[in-house]
Structure formats: C-alpha cells, structure tokens
Nanobody, 122 residues
C-alpha cells in the first residue's frame, strides 16, 4: 500500500477556484491509478475524477466535468485536483485514493488519504 496525504481544502465562495494536492509515500506511486472522491454530509462517497498511472487517461463524474481537472507529477509523487467554478453542492470532504486498476468504484482502491474539507459558500 501507499500512504496518501491530502491538502489544499478550504472555504471558498461560489464561482471560485481551489487546487487540492495529494502527496504519496511508500510504494511506487507511478504504478497506481489515482482517484479523487468526495463525501458530503449524509451522503455516500462518490467518484469525482481518475487518472491513469502514466497520466495519459483521465475521466470525470458528470457533475464535475468541464470544471475539475486531475493531473499528476510522478517525479513529485503527487496528484492534483484543480477545481474551478465551484458550487455550493461541491461542498464535501475530498479524498484521494490509489488503485491497481483504472476503475471508478471506491471499493477497488486499496489506499486512501484522510481527506480534506472543501466548503463552498453561496
């Protein structure tokens, strides 16, 4: 497994932008597909974005497509989530996760960070 630590969560106004980072340590980061998930109060954890081990493939949930961008820097063992045009409904705890396969289901990921809070005010 790999240890993951998210950072960058904050309070931001609607329409604003935020970039989350997820730093990895332990096993070889570049071996893994990386995903960003989010969980709002009272709701299940949901997929937001995924990037392949090489960074050449990405996919997004419909709710964030066109507003969020996932990227990775394997030399820095870090994955990012650039979030633009934020909405109050984006408010959630955001988690990064590492998986052996390019899949969007949370139960296919073996390593998770502790999460970072993103709050979007209207």
């Amino acid at each position: 497994q790999v240890r993951l630590v998210e950072s960058g969560g904050s309070l931001v106004q609607a329409g604003g932008s935020l970039t989350l980072s997820c730093a990895a340590s332990g096993r070889t980061f570049s071996n893994y597909a990386m995903g960003w998930f989010r969980q709002a109060p009272g709701k299940e954890r949901e997929f937001a974005a995924i990037i392949s081990w090489s960074g050449t493939s990405t996919d997004y949930a419909d709710s964030v497509k066109g507003r969020f961008t996932i990227s990775r820097d394997n030399a820095k063992n870090t994955v990012y989530l650039q979030m633009n045009s934020l909405r109050p409904e984006d408010t959630a705890v955001y988690y990064c996760a590492a998986g052996n396969r390019y899949l969007m289901q949370p139960n296919t990921y073996h390593s998770w960070g502790q999460g970072t809070q993103v709050t979007v005010s209207s």
